[in-house]
């Protein structure tokens, strides 16, 4: 390796020399403190990396990674999404018996695999990079061990989550069978007789991935999950996990060639459809916020596919840019969304703010803290003047030049019902009643400040999105895909 594919490795090391460097910290000297400063810090420097590595992409770094423009913005995506959790947990578990060192020590693990994703041109990498964001979440999930609830949800997502992986791994041996080799650009290669491998294999690939987004019908883990565990986690689950996925997703299809296959195309049609619409209509009669968050997600998820099938029928450029900056936004809008549960949880972890009658009167209670709730479910249904619709304006647009007007209507429909159960919520903050005896937790500086981003970014953008869609357009340039 020469010294430029270790500069554009430089946030794989940084990460990965940062999870060192805080396990010897913490085993010298024990306290939260100091656990959470370090993880901010090796964050905050595998951000600045991102623009040295900047500098010499696109570079493939052996047979199993190729770091360019694309995997770099997401790199920088999951990096700010791991700061902001890493911002919001500090106050969450700092009643926690225990110091909880490992957390953070975990979160740097499952960024790192994450991470890995982004990059993988391998078959190889991919399952490395999937593994070690996987077995880090299982016990992120089930963090703080004390509670039940948290447990019992890193059960089912341990359980259907080897089970998704199995699948994924069945299916690249199929495609190994088919095309002999376990690069992405290469599955295409089929050999005589092999197409019924290759097909089967693509079609088992993206049903493993389904599961890991949640997407209908391999959604049922999801609301128990998010429900169960840690608000900090549930936001890294819905904005990092799902990213890192998708962002592999997208490079195989792109690259292997199979998305112009009819047999793929009808499976990620079915897939989209049903997340959208089943979503959005599970999601209407939740009593509890992060299960709203949870077929939320779901149904986002569902649009997203609409620029992944739009790759194999019309322009790719356009559907790529409208898959970054959709993914861009649901980021902030997620992070947005759970950053106010998880202030208003506590004191003990655990105790989210979850149910949705802890909620009425929080205009009269908190006003600021309602406001960027408010802004972040408007954001969520897509209102003007908010990041949200610029996100469903791209989605729209690549859409309607891919000519998919199934596709089309159920993301009208879906924005629709969407739309009612978002103001439901805002409606019972509104209500001029607050709970009987219920005393909701000091908000930390910490906290407010990132709320206050959060939801300045959720406007500005919306308002004046040219820098960021500049940024995502700067970032394909650079493509090596």
């Not at 209507?409 to 019902?417: E, Q």
């Given at each position: 390796?020469?010294?430029?594919?270790?500069?554009?490795?430089?946030?794989?090391?940084?990460?990965?020399?940062?999870?060192?460097?805080?396990?010897?910290?913490?085993?010298?000297?024990?306290?939260?403190?100091?656990?959470?400063?370090l993880?901010?810090?090796i964050?905050?420097?595998?951000?600045?990396?991102?623009?040295?590595?900047?500098?010499?992409?696109?570079?493939t770094?052996t047979p199993?990674?190729?770091?360019?423009?694309?995997?770099?913005?997401?790199?920088?995506?999951?990096?700010?999404?791991?700061?902001?959790?890493?911002l919001?947990?500090?106050?969450?578990?700092?009643?926690?018996r225990?110091?909880?060192?490992?957390?953070?020590?975990?979160?740097?693990?499952?960024?790192?695999?994450?991470?890995?994703?982004?990059g993988?041109?391998?078959?190889?990498?991919l399952?490395?990079?999937?593994?070690?964001?996987?077995?880090?979440?299982?016990?992120?999930?089930?963090?703080?061990?004390?509670?039940?609830?948290?447990?019992?949800?890193?059960?089912?997502?341990?359980?259907?989550?080897?089970?998704?992986?199995?699948?994924?791994?069945?299916?690249?041996?199929?495609?190994?069978?088919?095309?002999?080799?376990?690069?992405?650009?290469?599955?295409?290669?089929v050999?005589?007789g092999?197409?019924?491998?290759?097909?089967?294999?693509?079609?088992?690939?993206?049903?493993?991935?389904?599961?890991?987004?949640?997407?209908?019908?391999?959604?049922?883990?999801?609301?128990?999950?998010?429900?169960?565990?840690?608000?900090?986690?549930?936001?890294?689950?819905?904005?990092?996990?799902k990213?890192?996925v998708?962002?592999?997703?997208?490079?195989?299809?792109?690259?292997?060639?199979v998305?112009?296959?009819?047999?793929?195309?009808?499976v990620?049609?079915?897939?989209?459809?049903?997340?959208?619409?089943?979503?959005?209509?599970l999601?209407?009669?939740?009593?509890?916020?992060?299960?709203?968050?949870?077929?939320?997600?779901?149904?986002?998820?569902?649009?997203?596919l609409?620029?992944?099938?739009?790759?194999?029928?019309?322009?790719?450029?356009?559907?790529?840019?409208?898959?970054?900056?959709?993914?861009?936004?649901?980021?902030?809008?997620?992070?947005?969304?759970?950053?106010?549960?998880?202030?208003?949880?506590?004191?003990?972890?655990?105790?989210?703010?979850?149910?949705?009658?802890?909620?009425?009167?929080?205009?009269?209670?908190?006003?600021?803290?309602?406001?960027?709730?408010?802004?972040?479910l408007?954001?969520?249904?897509?209102?003007p003047?908010?990041?949200g619709?610029?996100?469903?304006?791209?989605?729209?647009?690549?859409?309607?030049?891919?000519?998919a007007?199934?596709?089309?209507a159920?993301?009208?429909?879906?924005?629709g019902?969407?739309?009612y159960?978002?103001l439901?919520?805002?409606?019972?903050?509104?209500?001029?009643v607050?709970?009987?005896?219920?005393?909701?937790p000091?908000?930390?500086?910490?906290?407010?400040?990132?709320?206050?981003?959060?939801?300045?970014?959720?406007?500005?953008?919306?308002?004046?999105?040219?820098?960021?869609?500049?940024?995502v357009?700067?970032?394909?340039?650079?493509?090596?895909?």
């Amino acid at each position: 390796m020469t010294g430029a594919d270790f500069q554009a490795l430089l946030v794989h090391l940084v990460l990965g020399g940062g999870l060192v460097v805080l396990m010897l910290a913490i085993s010298f000297r024990r306290g939260r403190l100091l656990a959470a400063g370090l993880t901010l810090l090796i964050l905050l420097a595998a951000l600045a990396s991102v623009w040295w590595s900047a500098e010499v992409v696109p570079r493939t770094v052996t047979p199993l990674l190729r770091i360019d423009g694309y995997a770099l913005y997401f790199s920088a995506l999951f990096l700010v999404a791991s700061l902001v959790v890493t911002l919001l947990s500090y106050r969450y578990l700092l009643d926690s018996r225990d110091d909880p060192e490992e957390f953070y020590l975990l979160l740097l693990a499952a960024t790192l695999g994450a991470v890995t994703l982004a990059g993988a041109d391998h078959f190889a990498s991919l399952l490395l990079g999937l593994e070690i964001l996987s077995i880090a979440l299982y016990v992120l999930i089930a963090y703080p061990q004390e509670g039940h609830p948290p447990l019992e949800a890193a059960l089912k997502y341990l359980i259907l989550s080897g089970a998704a992986s199995t699948t994924m791994l069945f299916g690249m041996a199929l495609v190994y069978v088919a095309s002999g080799s376990l690069d992405f650009a290469m599955a295409s290669e089929v050999a005589a007789g092999g197409r019924l491998y290759l097909t089967t294999g693509v079609v088992m690939i993206i049903a493993g991935a389904a599961f890991k987004l949640s997407l209908v019908p391999f959604h049922m883990w999801t609301p128990d999950v998010y429900q169960g565990a840690p608000a900090p986690v549930t936001a890294y689950l819905a904005t990092v996990s799902k990213g890192a996925v998708f962002a592999f997703l997208l490079r195989y299809l792109l690259e292997s060639g199979v998305i112009g296959a009819v047999e793929v195309t009808g499976v990620l049609l079915v897939l989209a459809v049903l997340s959208m619409v089943v979503g959005n209509l599970l999601a209407l009669r939740q009593q509890h916020v992060k299960r709203v968050l949870a077929y939320s997600a779901i149904a986002h998820i569902g649009y997203l596919l609409i620029p992944l099938i739009a790759l194999g029928t019309s322009d790719a450029a356009l559907a790529v840019e409208a898959t970054l900056v959709y993914l861009g936004a649901y980021f902030v809008m997620t992070l947005a969304a759970f950053a106010v549960v998880t202030v208003l949880s506590g004191p003990t972890p655990g105790d989210d703010a979850d149910p949705l009658e802890r909620y009425e009167g929080l205009f009269w209670r908190r006003p600021a803290i309602a406001a960027v709730l408010t802004v972040a479910l408007l954001s969520l249904a897509g209102i003007p003047l908010t990041v949200g619709f610029i996100a469903k304006f791209y989605m729209f647009a690549a859409g309607v030049t891919a000519a998919a007007w199934l596709l089309l209507a159920a993301l009208i429909v879906g924005s629709g019902i969407g739309l009612y159960y978002y103001l439901r919520i805002v409606f019972a903050m509104t209500r001029p009643v607050a709970p009987a005896g219920e005393r909701l937790p000091q908000t930390s500086a910490s906290g407010q400040v990132t709320l206050g981003v959060l939801g300045a970014l959720l406007l500005l953008l919306g308002v004046y999105p040219a820098p960021f869609i500049n940024a995502v357009r700067h970032a394909l340039s650079s493509w090596g895909g």
